[in-house]
């Protein structure tokens, strides 16, 4: 994992994690940690950041949460935040949703 730098003068919450999220896949408790937030924060910026991407000309991807015990992908969800249990097997070992941002081709 990235060493935690404190974010540069001026540099807003958001640019922090457009700048955490342009470095490869993170987890919102990665990113709350990096960039000094609660985890409870990272998904509402995160959507924010989602819909922003497009206009800059990046695309925002989402590697969905999975299901430790039987492996269920959760790509239909559209929140953003970790599921707390699978629908399938109702086992509560879910892998969180990982996220970050690329140039579009």
């Not at 994690?17 to 910026?45: C, D, N």
Request: proline share 8%.
């Amino acid at each position: 994992m990235a060493e935690r730098q404190p974010p540069p003068r001026g540099e807003t919450i958001r640019d922090a994690l457009r700048r955490q999220l342009r470095g490869g896949w993170v987890s919102a408790r990665q990113l709350s940690t990096l960039v000094g937030i609660s985890e409870k924060e990272v998904p509402a910026h995160l959507q924010h950041l989602q819909k922003s991407a497009s206009g800059a000309g990046e695309d925002f991807q989402i590697l969905p949460a999975t299901c430790s015990k039987c492996g269920y992908a959760f790509e239909d969800r559209e929140r953003l935040s970790k599921p707390s249990r699978c629908p399938a097997c109702k086992g509560q070992r879910v892998e969180a949703p990982r996220f970050r941002i690329v140039a579009s081709a």
